[in-house]
């Protein structure tokens, strides 16, 4: 069965800090990967979305995330973070060939101090 | 996209009762998922619905205890039945729109006393 880690569940930074939030996923074949983020009091919305091709992907609001198959790792990074991005971000795996399931981590509690 | 409105936005409600939460999607789609936010917890997915059929259920989750319907593309109902205070979580409806991508709803949060 998929199955997501994510190895932070909190993380307090300065603004302008570097973040890299973890994301380990279980599954042997091909896989979709996703990053969503939840701001305090919103519904939840993609970030930014692999499914093949250049496995360094670039989403919204300067966020970018690396898709590493050999480590099964699919990290969150960004350069430089603003107080805005203070929200929850939930990693999340969908397998295309199955049963098309979506699997959510259990998420990373993202403050940014200003 | 899909746009997808979810009644009631939240409730509270009594302990034994049952409670049906309405999802509605502006545009036809094939996948459509139930969820579960629990407070400070991660996204569990509750079922598959499925349209003219029973929906298919994750494990841990039964049908008399969350009866689903989903009569055509654009609509779904999740019940919570005979609720406890166990209960008390962000239902979210989600779809898979045709980029693949799965959009939620603004969830419904029950509270259950």
């Known amino acids: 069965a998929q199955s997501v880690s994510q190895h932070n569940h909190h993380v307090i930074l300065s603004e302008a800090a570097s973040l890299e939030l973890g994301c380990n996923y279980s599954y042997g074949g091909t896989v979709n990967l996703f990053w969503y983020v939840q701001y305090p009091g919103q519904h939840l919305q993609l970030l930014l979305k692999?499914?093949?091709?250049?496995?360094l992907v670039k989403g919204i609001k300067g966020f970018e995330a690396e898709f590493i198959k050999s480590k099964f790792s699919f990290n969150l990074r960004k350069p430089s973070v603003q107080w805005s991005d203070t929200a929850e971000y939930f990693c999340?795996?969908?397998?295309?060939?199955?049963?098309?399931?979506?699997?959510f981590g259990t998420g990373t509690r993202l403050k940014v101090l200003a | 996209s899909a746009v997808i409105s979810q009644k009631p936005s939240r409730d509270i409600c009594q302990r034994g009762t049952s409670l049906t939460i309405q999802c509605q999607v502006d545009s036809q789609v094939t996948m459509m998922f139930w969820y579960r936010q629990q407070p400070g917890q991660s996204l569990t997915l509750i079922a598959t619905?499925?349209?003219?059929?029973?929906?298919?259920?994750e494990s841990g989750f039964v049908i008399d205890k969350f009866p689903i319907s989903r009569p055509n593309l654009t609509f779904s109902t999740l019940t919570v039945s005979n609720m406890s205070p166990e209960d008390s979580s962000i239902y979210l409806c989600?779809?898979?729109?045709?980029?693949?991508?799965?959009?939620f709803g603004e969830g419904s949060r029950l509270t259950v006393l």
């Open positions: 999340a795996v969908n397998a295309p060939s199955g049963t098309y399931k979506y699997i």
């Open positions: 619905a499925n349209q003219g059929s029973e929906a298919t259920y």
């Open positions: 989600s779809v898979v729109v045709a980029t693949g991508e799965l959009f």
């Open positions: 692999y499914f093949s091709g250049d496995p």
